[in-house]
């Protein structure tokens, strides 16, 4: 490659500030006594603790995974600080009595949550560090029988519906990650749909990291009864650290007959900074069962932060005609490493699932595709349509896609696509000559290059989305 | 067309220049003014395309000396898209496919960015469809390009009328087609012909690259060029390329003085 397209540089990271609060937290390190420590914190009911004294022993008989195409310094464990809460413990019911300092801090981050100033058709869960702040909206939901609010809270309030479901989709000891969600869980937000309601509004759930110290492992549970549906939004920043910091989430969707859940994310976790010192290993595990008939779960996403990212949405279809689909836009830059991908399971009959993958590498990354396609043997009729794109910008990028595909029914169809292209000098040329300077060219092309993703997002997102990939490849070639 | 008292468009003086520090052009002297349409003929590899590209900036090709000067100011001190905006148009004898990219937004973009330039207001979406429609007429082009992606798919001629699109979009003060006439059938050499005919005017002025007197039976020169070897050594009229066709570029050769 050219020296115009040269290595990219990162917009200064605008959420890298730290909120100065003072938090209770628990002293490093992971043991039953922090696993006990957490659950009286969090007054939860007993199945709660045994759930996580089981995930945590089985994580203790668990190796970390290696297959992933990444690579990071070993991770101490005992190291992390497994609990931290802005110091104003119970959460408020009214937001005037939240800590104004929380309130500022959503608010430069863009998400305001008091009465005036809120989204005006978007709940939203506020999280930080480990405990949810704020919810907004939540009488409004509560008219049509939505419940939206913290998992805690739900632990309290619902805990049959989370004794049912939690666990369901993602078992505790699905994976090394999963396993250690399960046992030092502190928040996360939970939603249920009752049968044959159409969610009112877009619900979100926004994370914040702030303590440089602590993990983030954060759980959320939707459950969308027959005939229901609900769109989903998180977005996720931390401030600028030297030192790593782990999220290690679970997400659990449940959709039962006609049921639908989108379910969108847009994640910009500090990255690091240019040389790959500091940034977020974002270890993920979100999966969403097609439990009912005629039932479909969407996930979109928007990967554009981390150190680290390793996730890998999925859908398991159990219900005969249930949909799946997964449209993901994941951009690394600088030394980001990217291993994200899905895995479409299709057990029942005339199931269907999309897999639209957009990968953009720049600078000195690494983003690998990585996805599973696997029909069962009485997935008669199943049908799987994957198209995986890559894109190069300058010529220390790397993209790599590992699909994998296991097929057990003579009567399914399976299709899989895969490009890649590169922004060449050429192109950034030829727009040039035609007046329009190689930023907007750049923006123009991944715009172009991502659309078939970002049509699949909430409108005030889609925009959002656009402009974050632009700033983020801010001053990249020249 | 010559008119007198004209002002000068573009003047190239011992222009020196290299591509990975390969010296290509090695004194070019070029003088366009207002009105005139200049053609520039020569063997493959004399370094035509060369010298259109470092006219429109291209970062790759390294200027060792010599001055350009465009409307009085120093082309050499603009980067390429201020160029494009200050009224320099190149027409790429191998246009460039981007794929994702509407076609229409494309020439949107272009258009406004000229425009902006030009102390004028940018054009929204919707009265931007009136305007390219009309020059749509100009090369006798499908509205259908519009949806598609810049350039993908087209065949060699649908890059070239593309191409030509562009310029009628854009008006531009200085307008240098590198082989359009490449690629077309017969109709469609007329019908681009006649479109770079029309937005010839008094003001502008045209350098037009090609191997074949063919064009310019329609698009007649004022000047026809012969380079050799990254410098230009022969000045004519349009009986110059008459000349070329019946002899060849053997002829050229000959007339060098020994041992350049
Ligand atoms: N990027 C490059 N790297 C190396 N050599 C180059 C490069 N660009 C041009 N050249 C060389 O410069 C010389 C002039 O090329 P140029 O494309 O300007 O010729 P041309 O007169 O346009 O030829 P044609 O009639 O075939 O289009 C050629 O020998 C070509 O190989
Ligand atoms: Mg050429």
């Known amino acids: ?478 | 067309m010559i008119v007198d008292n004209a002002p000068t468009v573009l003047s190239v003086k011992n222009l020196t220049a290299n591509v990975n520090d390969t010296p290509i052009l090695k004194g070019l002297k070029l003088e366009i003014k207002a009105g005139e349409i200049h053609a520039i003929m020569g063997r493959n590899g004399s370094g035509k395309s060369t010298f259109s590209k470092i006219l429109a900036g291209h970062p790759a090709y390294e200027v060792t000396g010599g001055e350009v000067v465009f409307e009085g100011q120093n082309l050499l001190e603009l980067e390429a898209e201020e160029r494009a905006r200050s009224g320099v148009f190149l027409a790429f004898q191998y246009p460039v496919e981007i794929p994702g990219v509407s076609n229409l937004d494309f020439l949107r973009a272009s258009y406004n960015a000229r425009r902006k330039h030009q102390g004028l207001e940018e054009v929204d979406p919707f009265d931007f469809e009136d305007v390219v429609r009309d020059r749509l007429q100009v090369v006798q082009m499908d509205a259908s390009f519009l949806d598609r992606s810049v350039n993908q798919g087209f065949s060699g001629g649908e890059k070239k009328r593309n191409e030509i699109l562009q310029m009628a979009l854009l008006e531009p003060t200085l307008a240098v087609l590198d082989e359009t006439d490449s690629g077309l059938d017969i109709d469609a050499l007329r019908i681009v012909a006649e479109g770079v005919n029309q937005l010839a005017n008094e003001k502008n002025a045209m350098l037009v690259i090609t191997h074949y007197q063919r064009l310019l039976d329609y698009i007649i020169p004022d000047y026809v060029h012969v380079m050799y070897d990254g410098k230009i050594v022969m000045t004519g009229d349009k009986e110059l390329a008459l000349e070329l066709e019946a002899k060849g570029y053997d002829w050229v050769d000959e007339l060098q003085p020994v041992g350049v």
């Open chain 1, 1 to 478: 490659m050219s020296a115009s397209v040269s290595t990219l540089v990162n917009q200064p990271y605008k959420y890298g500030f730290v909120t100065d609060i003072e938090s209770d937290t628990l002293p490093r390190g992971l043991s039953e006594e922090t696993i006990y420590a957490i659950s009286a914190k969090k007054n939860e009911p007993e199945f709660m603790l045994e759930f996580r004294l089981r995930a945590y022993r089985q994580w203790l008989k668990m190796t970390e995974p290696t297959w992933p195409d990444v690579n990071y310094p070993a991770i101490n464990y005992q190291d992390i600080i497994y609990y931290s809460a802005p110091k104003q413990t119970q959460k408020k019911q009214s937001l005037d009595e939240v800590d104004p300092t929380l309130l500022e801090t959503f608010e430069k981050l863009g998400i305001p949550l008091s009465e005036q100033k809120r989204l005006a058709n978007v709940a939203v869960d506020a999280i930080f560090d480990s405990v949810s702040v704020a919810t907004t909206f939540r009488e409004k939901l509560a008219e049509h029988g939505v419940i939206f609010c913290s998992i805690s809270e739900a632990l309290k309030e619902h805990p049959e519906l989370v004794k049912k479901y939690l666990g369901s989709v993602v078992p505790i000891a699905d994976n090394y990650f999963a396993a250690l969600n399960s046992a030092v869980f502190s928040d996360g937000s939970f939603v249920y749909i009752p049968k044959g309601v159409e969610c009112p509004m877009e619900l979100s759930t926004y994370f914040r990291i702030n303590n440089g110290d602590s993990g983030q492992f954060e759980r959320t549970l939707i459950v969308a009864e027959e005939g229901s549906s609900v769109s989903y939004l998180e977005g996720c920043t931390a401030p600028m650290y030297d030192s790593n910091q782990l999220h290690a989430a679970v997400v659990e969707l449940v959709a039962l007959d006609n049921a639908s859940i989108k379910y969108s994310t847009v994640q910009n976790w500090y990255a690091g900074d240019a040389n790959g010192k500091g940034g977020i290993y974002n270890f993920v595990t979100k999966r969403g069962l097609c439990k009912g008939k005629n039932s479909k779960i969407s996930w979109t996403q928007v990967e554009t932060g981390s150190a680290i990212t390793w996730k890998y949405p999925s859908c398991v279809l159990v219900g005969d005609n249930s949909i799946g689909e997964f449209y993901s836009v994941a951009l690394t830059n600088n030394c980001q490493q990217a291993d994200t991908g899905t895995k479409m399971v299709h057990i029942g009959k005339n199931t269907r699932s999309t897999i639209v993958s957009k990968g953009i590498s720049a600078g000195k990354s690494k983003n690998s595709y990585r996805g599973l396609v696997k029909v069962g043997p009485n997935a008669d009729g199943a049908r799987n349509y994957s198209q995986c794109d890559s894109m190069l910008i300058g010529s220390n990028a790397q993209a790599n896609t590992y699909p994998y595909i296991q097929v057990q029914n003579e009567l399914a169809r399976v299709e899989h696509e895969a490009t890649t292209s590169k922004i060449g000098e050429d192109q950034l040329f030829y727009l040039a000559q035609r007046g329009i300077s190689a930023e907007d060219a750049v923006s123009m092309m991944i715009s172009g290059f991502c659309k078939d993703v970002f049509n699949q997002l909430p409108m005030e997102f889609a925009v959002e989305a656009d402009k974050l990939l632009s700033l983020k490849l801010e001053g990249s070639v020249g």
